[in-house]
């Protein structure tokens, strides 16, 4: 199994819908991190949390929450999904001390 | 915000060849990465920099860190088609990390 398992891999849907995008880890690592990656632009940071029920917003927060409810579980939501929401996104976790982020293997999402 | 700016966006060599991509700041980190990354893949971390004029080797990459820790350059010598993806650089300031825009590298055999 994958250090860092991002669900759903794919996924399509309309202008409007609420969309979640759910991240777990088997690392053990306290931070956890919601990148957005776009052509051209490289990866932002939306949202990231250094622990349970800690949440701290990135550059591009507006539009997206996010839950960390358990150490190994961190979700994207995206309340009323926009086409200009449309890109992969990747979930990372990073060990405390340490300045090395493990990515899991992306979610596409596509807003119609 | 810190911007790192990666140059060369697109490259595309006979396989072989030796390139160095670079990465460029007006910042100063405390640290700086660089991943590589394949198509329905995240990024993976190959190296990380923290000494001013730290040069590390892995295998026919060569990692460079400028002396005033703002530039870090990638040089790969006679690339090989598996060397094809997208490189990103990253560097570390008050425990966040902010990525380049990448550079896509395509190796043909």
């Known amino acids: 199994d994958a250090d860092v398992t991002q669900t759903p891999r794919n996924r399509i849907t309309k202008t409007g819908k609420r969309i979640m995008l759910e991240c777990s880890q088997t690392?053990?690592?306290?931070?956890m991190y919601w990148y957005r990656q776009d052509p051209g632009l490289g990866l932002r940071l939306i949202y990231y949390s250094f622990d349970v029920k800690d949440i701290n917003k990135g550059e591009i927060s507006d539009g997206y929450s996010v839950s960390r409810q358990a150490q190994a579980k961190f979700s994207l939501s995206l309340e009323s999904a926009i086409p200009n929401q449309t890109a992969l996104y990747f979930c990372?976790?990073?060990?405390?001390?340490?300045?090395?982020?493990?990515f899991g293997a992306g979610s596409r999402l596509t807003v119609l | 915000t810190q911007l790192l700016e990666q140059s060369p966006q697109f490259l595309s060599i006979q396989e072989g060849e030796n390139l160095t991509v670079y990465c460029n700041s007006s910042?100063?980190?405390?640290?700086l990465q660089w991943y590589r990354q394949e198509p329905g893949e995240g990024p993976v971390l190959l190296v990380t920099?923290?000494?001013?004029?730290e040069v590390k080797k892995l295998k026919r990459l060569t990692f460079q860190f400028g002396d005033a820790r703002k530039d870090s350059s990638l040089h790969i010598t006679a690339a090989q088609p598996g060397d094809t993806g997208l490189y990103l650089c990253a560097g570390e300031k008050n425990y966040k990390l902010t990525f380049g825009k990448g550079t896509l590298l395509t190796v043909n055999p």
């Open positions: 690392k053990g690592h306290d931070r």
């Open positions: 990372a976790t990073r060990d405390t001390g340490a300045n090395v982020l493990t």
């Open positions: 920099v923290v000494t001013g004029g």
């Open positions: 910042s100063v980190f405390s640290s």
